[in-house]
């Protein structure tokens, strides 16, 4: 990658545009270098898949709003930091050696909630928040913090936190399907998902793709 790149772009569909800290705008393509500070937004029917250095892998859907805070990684120590801010629309995460050092620090800010990332496969967009199983079975946690403080724990496939309408976590048991519904276009966008996701995720991702496309 470029010596002063955090990542890069591996996946896109219709209109991903940026605008770099210097403030100068463009749009991404495959393979483009993105950079610590960069705001991505995608369009409708639009989303954008990103791998990083420390091979987190990451997914924004359509008309979503993403803020590339912060990449901080060491490859030779494995360590590091990042907080990345979805302002608005649907995400996908596979954590990579960052959240696997250091519990929480991998960050991913929504409006509504904070989810500390620690080694595992999310899904989110803005009122409810996911855990997935990774190809094998695997299963990590995430920590998500509300507004007003309350802290969650998820340690279970398909383990899911929605907002109530007082702002409260709720949790909740979602099945695959119900999962791939939360994670919406995000899901299809996730660089090397069928590598990365366990089957049940990645089918239930793959059939609700079909159903939104007829």
Do not use: C, W
Request: aromatic share 4%.
């Amino acid at each position: 990658m470029d010596r002063n790149a955090i990542g890069k772009v591996e996946t896109v569909a219709g209109s991903v545009g940026v605008t770099h800290a210097d403030g100068t705008k463009g749009f991404l393509e495959k393979g483009d270098p993105v950079f610590q500070g960069d705001q991505l937004r995608t369009e409708v029917g639009g989303a954008v898949g990103l791998s990083f250095d420390d091979d987190t892998t990451f997914s924004l859907g359509e008309k979503g709003k993403l803020s590339l805070d912060e990449m901080v990684y060491d490859a030779g120590a494995k360590k590091g930091s990042a907080q990345l801010s979805v302002d608005q629309g649907a995400f996908t995460l596979v954590s990579g050696q960052i959240s696997k050092t250091t519990p929480d620090a991998l960050i991913i800010k929504t409006p509504t909630m904070i989810a500390g990332i620690r080694g595992t496969a999310v899904t989110g967009n803005g009122q409810s928040l996911a855990v997935m199983s990774e190809r094998g079975g695997t299963t990590g946690e995430v920590s998500v913090r509300s507004a007003s403080g309350q802290i969650m724990v998820l340690n279970q496939a398909g383990a899911a936190v929605s907002l109530s309408p007082s702002g409260a976590l709720t949790p909740v048991q979602l099945t695959p399907a119900q999962v791939a519904q939360v994670g919406g276009n995000s899901l299809s966008a996730l660089p090397g998902a069928s590598g990365k996701l366990d089957n049940a995720f990645q089918a239930a991702a793959v059939q609700f793709q079909q159903q939104q496309q007829q």
